[in-house]
């Protein structure tokens, strides 16, 4: 039995059997409609008798937002009903549903462990096949109280103070991210696969006052230990004063705690909540509910900061509708808690909803490449949302790992993260959909808060094309900038006209910097850093960052944070990092670098192995470069710019002269021969 399931246990004082699936979804589950999305037309479509098309609510959505997300705005509750719907504008700033109070965790679990607490309201399926806990909304809300009363007593958390998280995705992570909403905290989930350097930059600049961290983790079969990195972090990050731990199996007796900074959570539970003072804080509509830091063209992370109602609403309403979410589904989207999918599509969406969502803790192919399928079986998963990274992975792996098992639960896949190729659509499509579950693409981003560009609900006549988001969704007008026509089609830089709730309302701490980077080089439109293409039907298709961030197995990088990492050698003197074609990432990593007089003579291969240390220290794991090239010197303009569009070039092995393009304006043109020569020694 299972950590989780004996704490709820002991939350609830049930009996073990409480924590089957309850029938309610075991049955649901096997009466899967076989039929193509038909999400009927929401409600909010009655209010103007004009609609009956899903293309006449896209138009209403865009005409009349404030009418249309006012609408939408009735399936949260709200404790104080909000007085404007939208205020100002990309210039101004923007407020969602101003006047307005209410509560994320009475949104997410109150009302629906009143209405049905036997209802499971997470899967938490560990990194064993088969180790898998229910929680349902009854334990859930109990979790969260408990946990809100922790924060609250032990943490001396306060409403707006931040609150970081070192958890690898699960149970403990949704419920403490609910339990800093129900007290108005504001969260800051790091990614557990971050570096000690990369956590604790994030919680100085959040400012933390707590960090939340399991004694270890398992990831693939491999052990995390993840307090450890949280205590490296934490030399250098004063502001956090206490550390709750989640002893891992209740096994406290892994890892030494620090008095009084220190405190399981499994002693906590036991001590300090004899007495819990369930006390809900009702916030502001506008009040941040959580930072999330991501990679931009610098190399300091940016902290988004998501408000309460707007976020909520969107993160709900996407969910409910790109994924035609039906009381009985088992929503099973494969992201970590980490990223922005996580938040969205594991936590806030589905539980907004009142649905069963899966956290996952392991990997596409452990213990082998049948993982996702064998899950899908065994969960009697309706829903699988995953990157395009996986399943380009899998697909080397052969069908055969999927057709040994029964997949007959599905009903909708999504693809996110970056842009699908048609190889992989189609299998995804075939062979694990078997044809007959719709592939939803989407495209959004941090910054977004949900799905922006989807085949959304359509009708059953509207085509649905292989590798595309095709449609806005509602209440999102996307516009093309700078762009150029041909052939009838029109690419160009991927903007956004209007405002709509899910969009972050700020950067941590650097407001200036969130206007500079996102309604400037466009104004007055959101711009969302990618390129897109629009067809002549008006389908739209996302052809990749314009900006110095790549995208590695679905992880947003900042070239410019590989470079600082390295920058940090004694012996480099210059540094360039590109992006490159790669079959499995997406991209991969291509670093240039220049050393200086000292370093030249020095072993390449340890250079080599230190370069990747570094970027291993202050990034993540996944940041170390792929291919590393010594040279004398880079691409440079005459006044002394790096040409990276030669660079990506070269790292893409494109060694041609005319595929190279104009070099004339170069400082030095021969240092482009050279390089070429030297990338070709690589291969
Ligand atoms: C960037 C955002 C969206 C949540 C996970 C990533 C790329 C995302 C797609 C897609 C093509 C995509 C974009 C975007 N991207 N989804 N369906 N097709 N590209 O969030 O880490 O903020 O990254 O991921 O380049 O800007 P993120």
Not at 626 to 646: A, N, Q
Request: hydrophobic share 35%.
């Amino acid at each position: 039995m299972w950590k989780h399931s004996q704490q709820a246990l002991a939350l609830v004082g049930r009996s073990q059997r409480c924590l089957l699936l309850p029938s309610s979804v075991s049955t649901i589950s096997s009466k899967h409609p076989r039929t193509f999305l038909s999400t009927p037309i929401p409600e909010v479509a009655q209010m103007d008798l004009s609609i009956n098309s899903y293309a006449d609510l896209y138009n209403f959505s865009i005409e009349k937002p404030d009418i249309f997300w006012k609408a939408v705005s009735g399936r949260l509750d709200w404790h104080q009903k909000f007085i404007t719907t939208i205020q100002g504008d990309f210039t101004t700033g923007v407020n969602w549903f101003v006047g307005g109070k209410l509560n994320v965790s009475v949104n997410c679990v109150d009302r629906h462990a009143k209405n049905h607490p036997d209802r499971v309201a997470i899967i938490y399926e560990k990194d064993e096949p088969g180790h898998h806990e229910f929680i349902t909304y009854g334990q859930l809300k109990e979790l969260v109280v408990k946990y809100a009363h922790i924060l609250r007593t032990v943490g001396n958390v306060k409403k707006g103070d931040r609150v970081a998280f070192y958890l690898p995705c699960g149970p403990t992570a949704c419920a403490m991210a609910l339990a800093c909403s129900r007290i108005g905290a504001v969260h800051s989930i790091v990614f557990a696969g971050f570096s000690a350097d990369a956590l604790a930059s994030r919680m100085n600049d959040a400012g933390a006052t707590v960090v939340i961290t399991t004694d270890i983790a398992r990831r693939g079969g491999k052990t995390l230990k993840l307090k450890k990195i949280v205590d490296d972090a934490l030399e250098h990050a004063p502001c956090v004063k206490t550390v709750l731990v989640d002893a891992r199996d209740g096994d406290t007796s892994r890892v030494k705690l620090q008095h009084p900074r220190d405190h399981f959570l499994q002693d906590l539970m036991n001590t300090s909540t004899k007495n819990v003072n369930d006390v809900i804080e009702y916030v502001d509509s506008n009040d941040p509910l959580f930072i999330l830091y991501t990679s931009g063209s610098t190399g300091k992370p940016k902290g988004l900061v998501h408000t309460t109602g707007g976020y909520l609403l969107y993160a709900m309403f996407t969910y409910k509708n790109v994924f035609d979410h039906r009381d009985g589904d088992i929503f099973g989207c494969v992201a970590d808690i980490g990223w922005i999918t996580g938040h969205s599509y594991v936590l806030y969406g589905p539980l907004a909803n009142g649905g069963t969502t899966l956290a996952f803790e392991s990997t596409p192919i452990y213990p082998n490449p049948g993982r996702y399928w064998e899950m899908v079986q065994r969960l009697q998963l309706t829903h699988l949302y995953c990157a395009p990274t996986a399943i380009r992975l899998l697909l080397r792996f052969g069908s055969e790992w999927v057709q040994k098992y029964d997949r007959s639960s599905l009903r909708v896949l999504g693809s996110v993260g970056e842009p699908i190729n048609h190889e992989a659509w189609q299998w995804f499509h075939e062979v694990v959909g078997e044809k007959r579950c719709v592939v939803r693409d989407t495209w959004w981003q941090t910054e977004t808060g949900g799905i922006c560009l989807t085949p959304r609900p359509s009708g059953p006549t509207d085509p649905v094309l292989p590798a595309m988001p095709m449609r806005a969704f509602y209440g999102i007008k996307p516009v093309l900038m700078n762009s150029a026509k041909s052939e009838g089609q029109e690419e160009g830089a991927l903007c956004i006209e209007k405002p709509w709730p899910g969009l972050a309302q700020s950067i941590w701490g650097d407001p200036a910097r969130f206007k500079e980077v996102y309604f400037k080089e466009f104004a007055p439109y959101y711009f969302s850093g990618d390129g897109a293409i629009k067809n002549a039907d008006g389908y739209w298709r996302i052809t990749g960052r314009m900006d110095d961030v790549i995208n590695v197995t679905g992880h947003r990088l900042g070239t410019a944070e590989v470079e600082d990492a390295m920058d940090e050698h004694e012996f480099t003197s210059e540094t360039a990092v590109v992006g490159y074609p790669h079959e499995i990432k997406g991209e991969g990593i291509f670093a240039f670098v220049v050393l200086k007089e000292g370093g030249k003579d020095l072993d390449r291969q340890k250079m080599e192995k230190e370069l990747k240390k570094l970027c291993k220290e202050r990034i993540a794991g996944y940041a170390i470069p792929d291919y590393i090239l010594f040279h004398d010197g880079l691409p440079k303009t005459r006044s002394g710019k790096i040409m990276r569009r030669i660079l990506r070039k070269i790292a893409a092995g494109e060694t041609s002269p005319e595929k190279l393009g104009d070099i004339s304006t170069l400082a030095d043109p021969s240092v482009v021969k050279s390089l070429v020569k030297a990338r070709e020694s690589l291969k």
